[in-house]
């Protein structure tokens, strides 16, 4: 396991670990639509630091530990924080997009970058299989896809708790940046990007006729 890696996932369990005793501190480091839009933008970072409980951080880290070091043996260190940190802020500037008039709304959490990991791992070697459930096998490319179009699904609904947007934002963020660095993908593996592409598609689709 990379060092880089596991220095990453201590700052994260530390940050949000100083958020769940310290409430001042987690009001000034979460994502809010109306702090960022009055200049704090740093938010769109450290947002993706903190987590409303053990157990969201919990699952967070697992998904990050165990996919993190897919992109890592194929791209190095160097561009898996590329990935990381690029989808982070991807999924911080879509939330930031589809919610811009709602002054009140905040969200947490590393989802964003974790979900671009989880789709530049699957783009990198697409025959993976998931465990969903850590039970049932699932090809990695469909869990992506259904992943994603549930995404669409809770951004429609807005039934939970859940920040949707910014794992969407987080998916696309892994998915560009994935193929900006490997673009013999396009060729190599074709298929495979048009079919992670299409919740993508359906999503702006869905927004430019204000179904969203």
Do not use: W
């Not at 920040?163 to 490997?182: D, E, K």
């Amino acid at each position: 396991m990379d060092s880089v890696l596991l220095i990453l996932i201590a700052i994260i369990v530390l940050f949000s670990y100083r958020g769940f005793r310290d409430e001042a501190f987690f009001r000034k480091y979460e994502f809010h639509i109306g702090s960022i839009r009055s200049g704090e933008h740093i938010r769109m970072i450290t947002s993706g630091f903190l987590h409303a409980d053990f157990t969201h951080l919990i699952f967070n880290m697992l998904t990050l530990y165990f996919f993190a070091p897919v992109v890592i043996v194929h791209l190095g260190v160097v561009h898996f924080l590329i990935i990381y940190f690029g989808s982070l802020l991807c999924g911080s500037m879509l939330s930031l997009y589809i919610h811009k008039d709602e002054y009140y709304y905040r969200a947490i959490g590393a989802s964003g970058a974790v979900t671009g990991v989880l789709y530049s791992a699957i783009l990198l070697q697409p025959d993976m299989t998931l465990g969903l459930y850590f039970i049932i096998p699932v090809p990695a490319y469909l869990f992506g896809i259904g992943y994603l179009l549930y995404s669409i699904y809770g951004m429609r609904t807005r039934m939970d708790n859940i920040g949707h947007t910014a794992h969407f934002g987080g998916a696309i963020g892994g998915y560009v940046i994935t193929l900006a660095q490997v673009p013999s993908m396009f060729y190599e593996n074709t298929l495979m990007v048009v079919l992670l592409a299409i919740p993508i598609v359906l999503l702006f689709i869905l927004e430019k006729s204000g179904k969203l």
